[in-house]
């Protein structure tokens, strides 16, 4: 079971310096646009720093403004799964994520070596423009001349106007000293890739070898080889190495039941009914019969009725979701990041997320950092109606309160005297 013990961020999006200690269960409060789920997010690129092509074109802007680096270091111990004895940490390790932003003649030359790498790691270009038959020393001079014509096509390109023209954004990322470069290409990509496609058709045309291909289809295969630098649901966004992730944390956004990976789950089964028991137990559907992957069987007057997930209301589906996330994290025994999971859901639900929040990091050791702005779940955490959830709570509950120049960490006394005497509005306004 991971256990992440302290937090610091440097320069990371809207925060200057953040230093905090998180509890078993953190709750992470402030105004809108204040740097609540850029705290989440920073927790999770410094676990996994390959993520970072989730923000595309946009990647530069996890750097504070007028800041050239930023830094994410996170103290933690434990691990994920079934941990081999030499993987498990028990004095505790540090990660650190640091990202720099990049010189447009930075930029220039990763994109160099991004086009040259695909080059070299693919020979389907050739091969499509001479058969497997076809003379050696053609496919090795039609190599070498595509290599040129990208060559001459980035020499061209020399002013910033050009980089940034094709280049969206671009950072570097340096994981346990291995500093890894990130570009994501813009709209006009294909535009590069044309110009590059035709200083080839050229040089094939100019070539002292004697190389006759079909210019149309020279820009088909050209055009066909870079358009592997878009890797799928990534979209433009390529590193030049390789960067490694560790499962011990997970951040969920979108709690939807409908919208999980269910069937990809490999203890998928255990997992749904560990969530069907707790439906029963906190009475969320009284009339409920079974619950599975797809769907919802309850009983209404003496007959059965069989609803499919994404046909029940959006609260039982965040509900039922948010299950499906504890229940995975106490199994995988990674820390679950939370944001504001309070949307969606019915105000007799927030009641009861305290209630799941307590059980599974009191059972299972889950470690929980949660943001919110709702008023009502802060309410919860605090006045709980369980003795046992109280006790438990006392000891290992706090609340971050976010602020325009500093961060305020609250126990849970001092959280509820501030809520309950002095009545502080603990999310920030």
Not at 278 to 303: A, W
Request: charged fraction near 25%; proline fraction near 2%; hydrophobic fraction near 35%.
């Amino acid at each position: 079971m991971v256990q992440i013990s302290k937090v610091n961020l440097q320069n990371f999006k809207t925060h200057e310096n953040l230093i905090f200690e998180p509890n078993n269960i953190t709750i992470v409060t402030g105004k809108n646009n204040s740097g609540k789920t850029s705290l989440l997010e920073a927790i999770e690129l410094c676990f996994s720093p390959d993520n970072v092509r989730r923000y595309e074109g946009l990647v530069e802007n996890l750097i504070r403004s007028g800041s050239n680096e930023s830094t994410v270091r996170c103290e933690y111990s434990g691990a994920t799964g079934q941990a081999k004895l030499t993987e498990f940490i028990d004095e505790g390790a540090t990660q650190e994520l640091i990202l720099k932003r990049l010189s447009n003649n930075q930029k220039h030359s990763v994109a160099r070596q991004l086009f040259l790498r695909q080059i070299n790691s693919n020979r389907g270009v050739v091969r499509r423009l001479v058969d497997e038959e076809g003379d050696q020393n053609i496919r090795s001079e039609l190599k070498s001349l595509l290599r040129r014509a990208v060559e001459i096509v980035f020499d061209e390109m020399r002013s910033d106007e050009e980089v940034d023209e094709y280049v969206s954004g671009g950072i570097l990322v340096e994981q346990s000293g291995n500093q890894v470069p990130f570009l994501y290409f813009s709209d006009t990509f294909s535009d590069l890739i044309g110009d590059i496609a035709d200083t080839f058709s050229s040089s094939i045309s100019e070539s002292s070898a004697s190389i006759t291909v079909d210019e149309h289809e020279v820009q088909w295969a050209v055009e066909s080889l870079f358009r592997g630098l878009v890797v799928g649901r990534y979209g433009s966004g390529n590193f030049v190495g390789t960067l490694e992730s560790n499962a011990a944390v997970k951040m969920v956004s979108e709690l939807d039941i409908a919208e999980k990976d269910i069937e990809g789950h490999e203890e998928s089964s255990i997992v749904l009914s560990r969530v069907e028991d707790s439906i029963r137990k906190y009475n969320l559907l009284p009339e409920i019969k079974s619950f599975n992957s797809e769907d919802v069987v309850f009983n209404q007057d003496n007959q059965r009725h069989q609803i499919p997930h994404k046909f029940m209301g959006d609260g039982f589906r965040a509900i039922t979701g948010l299950l499906w996330e504890l229940h995975v994290s106490e199994m995988e025994e990674y820390v679950l990041l939370l944001e504001e999971p309070e949307n969606s859901m019915h105000p007799g639900y927030i009641k009861k997320l305290v209630h799941f929040f307590v059980s599974v990091s009191r059972d299972e050791g889950v470690q929980m950092i949660i943001t919110t702005h709702d008023v009502d779940l802060i309410n919860a955490f605090l006045n709980p109606t369980l003795d046992e959830t109280e006790s438990y709570l006392e000891e290992n509950l706090g609340i971050l309160k976010i602020q325009k120049y500093a961060a305020q960490h609250l126990d849970f006394a001092e959280a509820r005297k501030h809520l309950n005497e002095l009545h502080l509005d603990l999310r920030g306004e």
